[in-house]
């Protein structure tokens, strides 16, 4: 064999194999892909059928009658993830400020870093089981809206101190010592200079961690209950629409089914939208 054609025997060998690995992804892609799609599908499919403006404005009605609406589990859910947001981001842009610029590295921020990784990684029920010990079971403040804010606070905490630490690791070292070389004092170079450079990034991290907290059931079913009313205050029960979702499903009456399709549709386009919004700051550089 001549070396032209060992080396036109090579090049179809590594075409072959190029293609065949181009299929297996392609493959791989589509199983991923397609229950994903059929999800979304399906829960449109169901869910449009009650979509109406009676939907955004009235309450469930009583087991067995039809009608009526989810309108007091989405304003429940939108107080519920306010109050995660206004506990979690200054919490979480703090401990990563303090991480990224001011601890050197040392033993205590290895061990936040460490403590943020293994609270990433539990079961969303455990911060439901957490909160309902310290807030609940204690009568702190017992079923609530704070109580529910407070173990989605937990699960956002994760995600806001990993991306927000991120991105300001990524600022470059250059922009720190110009702000340095002209006066500037250390916080003042982190307030004025390193945040806002990463800011579109730390808006993608907060955006994906109160995408995460919307769609969480188990928590709230230990913090905030559920309640069929109007909320009434921070301090009562209160509805949401993964809540509202779980109860429903599971009785034997047409009209509270149909209400827990729709409520599953408005989680989805919820997500949806915080993604889409997550994804517009990313296209954003950080610095």
Same mark, same amino acid.
């Given at each position: 064999?001549?070396?032209?054609?060992?080396?036109?025997?090579? %090049?179809?060998?590594?075409?072959?194999?190029?293609?065949?690995?181009?299929?297996?992804? $392609?493959?791989?892609?589509? /199983?991923?892909?397609?229950? *994903?799609?059929?999800?979304? =599908?399906? +829960? /449109? =499919?169901?869910?449009?059928?009650?979509?109406?403006?009676?939907?955004?404005?009235?309450?469930?009605?009583?087991?067995? #009658?039809? &009608?009526?609406?989810?309108?007091?589990?989405?304003?429940?859910?939108?107080?519920? +993830?306010?109050?995660?947001?206004? =506990?979690?981001?200054?919490? &979480? +842009?703090?401990?990563?400020?303090?991480?990224?610029?001011? %601890?050197?590295?040392?033993?205590?921020?290895?061990?936040?870093?460490?403590?943020?990784?293994? #609270?990433? $990684?539990?079961?969303?029920?455990?911060?439901?089981?957490?909160?309902?010990?310290? *807030?609940?079971?204690?009568?702190?403040?017992?079923?609530?809206? =704070? !109580? $529910? &804010?407070? !173990?989605?606070?937990?699960?956002? #905490?994760?995600?806001?101190?990993?991306?927000?630490?991120?991105?300001?690791?990524?600022?470059?070292?250059?922009?720190?010592?110009?702000?340095?070389?002209?006066?500037?004092?250390?916080?003042?170079?982190?307030?004025? +200079?390193?945040?806002?450079?990463?800011?579109?990034?730390?808006?993608? $991290?907060?955006?994906?961690?109160?995408?995460?907290?919307? &769609?969480?059931?188990?928590?709230?079913?230990?913090?905030?209950?559920?309640?069929?009313?109007?909320?009434?205050?921070?301090?009562?029960?209160?509805?949401?629409?993964?809540? *509202?979702?779980?109860?429903?499903?599971?009785?034997?009456?047409?009209?509270?089914?149909?209400?827990?399709?729709?409520?599953?549709?408005?989680?989805?386009?919820?997500?949806?939208?915080?993604?889409?919004?997550?994804?517009?700051?990313?296209?954003?550089?950080?610095?």
């Amino acid at each position: 064999m001549t070396a032209v054609n060992l080396k036109k025997k090579k %090049s179809d060998l590594r075409t072959l194999f190029g293609n065949s690995m181009t299929a297996i992804s $392609g493959a791989c892609l589509l /199983a991923t892909v397609i229950p *994903l799609f059929a999800v979304l =599908i399906f +829960v /449109a =499919i169901q869910g449009f059928r009650s979509i109406n403006l009676n939907l955004f404005v009235k309450l469930p009605p009583a087991p067995g #009658l039809s &009608g009526g609406g989810v309108g007091n589990a989405i304003i429940g859910t939108f107080i519920v +993830v306010a109050i995660a947001t206004v =506990i979690s981001v200054p919490i &979480g +842009v703090l401990s990563a400020v303090y991480l990224s610029e001011f %601890s050197g590295d040392n033993q205590i921020a290895r061990a936040v870093r460490f403590a943020t990784n293994l #609270l990433s $990684g539990i079961p969303s029920i455990i911060a439901g089981v957490f909160a309902y010990g310290a *807030l609940v079971a204690s009568r702190l403040f017992g079923f609530s809206a =704070i !109580a $529910g &804010g407070v !173990a989605l606070a937990v699960l956002m #905490l994760p995600t806001i101190i990993r991306t927000t630490d991120e991105a300001l690791q990524i600022v470059p070292q250059e922009i720190r010592w110009a702000a340095l070389g002209v006066g500037a004092y250390r916080y003042q170079t982190v307030l004025f +200079v390193v945040l806002p450079a990463a800011l579109s990034s730390i808006i993608t $991290g907060v955006t994906l961690a109160i995408a995460r907290a919307a &769609g969480e059931t188990a928590p709230l079913i230990f913090t905030a209950l559920y309640s069929n009313f109007w909320p009434r205050g921070l301090k009562e029960p209160i509805a949401t629409l993964a809540v *509202l979702v779980y109860n429903f499903a599971s009785v034997p009456y047409k009209s509270q089914q149909e209400l827990a399709w729709a409520a599953s549709l408005l989680l989805v386009f919820l997500v949806l939208i915080t993604n889409i919004t997550a994804r517009f700051f990313t296209r954003k550089k950080a610095y």
